[in-house]
């Protein structure tokens, strides 16, 4: 129907997408094309790109709809399914571009979930988890990064030794879309970091060739899911009733700095936002933490 290896070429090369994000556009895609094959199948007609039309993609996002899909997973397919619509036609694989006049729904937008100052203590300053010293060591390392500069999980995974500079305190992070930020590190990110790649981490490498600054036990680069076992195994151990993901501490870091009166702006530039809308959905949380402090403490709330 659709030459669907094309189209991940052209987002990995002329896009410059990230295999994760190439990854989760090709599943979208690929859903929407089989869901297309089925009803050329249960109409009798050929099952090739002219097919594609905007009634077929809005019979798939009624379907969607039905079988109970959240309105972000929807949101999200559709672009993916837009992304493609734009390049078959710009290939002239096909005469118009079907996705051109359906629009995404608005979205609202969740307020995350956030540790407390308390919480934050627990995990990093309670003895840290691990099979070994070497590992715990690392799991210290790695979180107090997570909470001390807001980077995404794959950015932390993704970091290398010369991503590091000690001397001026800074990370440098490769974001969505390959594109660089510098981000300051604080004295115990700076200390647990130094301890770690010290004392630990030629522990792990085993005399093996690697430049990633978090390794596993087999010696090579830690993996989000790896990330996230010791995160599910820590919160378990210390009882702390949320469901917690590598990006509740980046939540956590942007809302503790705006609790502290930092600017949106700053923010914004750390966590490497392109848009300064995404960034405001943490004024949300701070509101939320006043109106509560209000309502504890004033006479007539």
Not at 221 to 241: A, M, N
């Amino acid at each position: 129907m659709v030459n669907l290896k094309a189209y991940l070429e052209f987002l990995r090369i002329e896009r410059n997408l990230s295999p994760a994000t190439v990854l989760a556009y090709e599943q979208d895609v690929q859903d929407f094309l089989d869901f297309a094959r089925g009803q050329c199948d249960l109409l009798g007609k050929p099952r090739s790109a002219t097919a594609l039309d905007k009634y077929l993609l809005r019979d798939y996002l009624a379907y969607l709809t039905r079988e109970g899909y959240a309105r972000s997973t929807i949101a999200r397919r559709l672009a993916s399914i837009r992304g493609l619509s734009q390049f078959l036609f710009r290939e002239g694989l096909i005469d118009h571009d079907f996705a051109l006049t359906l629009k995404t729904s608005r979205q609202a937008k969740t307020i995350p979930e956030v540790l407390s100052m308390d919480e934050i203590a627990k995990f990093l300053e309670t003895n840290m988890p691990g099979k070994s010293p070497a590992l715990q060591s690392r799991n210290q390392a790695m979180f107090e990064i997570l909470y001390g500069t807001g980077i995404r999980v794959a950015e932390l995974v993704g970091l290398d030794l010369s991503d590091l500079d000690t001397q001026n305190r800074y990370l440098r992070v490769w974001g969505k879309g390959s594109k660089e930020r510098i981000v300051p590190l604080g004295d115990y990110a700076l200390e647990r970091v130094g301890d770690y790649l010290r004392d630990y981490r030629p522990e792990l490498l085993k005399g093996k060739e690697e430049e990633a600054i978090f390794l596993n036990a087999r010696g090579t680069r830690l993996t989000p899911r790896g990330v996230q076992y010791v995160l599910d195994e820590w919160s378990r151990l210390l009882e702390i009733h949320k469901n917690i993901s590598p990006h509740v501490f980046r939540h956590t870091f942007a809302t503790h700095l705006l609790d502290r009166g930092a600017d949106l702006r700053s923010i914004q530039e750390l966590l490497g936002h392109a848009s300064l809308s995404t960034t405001q959905v943490y004024t949300k949380v701070t509101m939320g933490h006043l109106r509560s402090v209000y309502n504890q403490s004033h006479p007539r709330a």
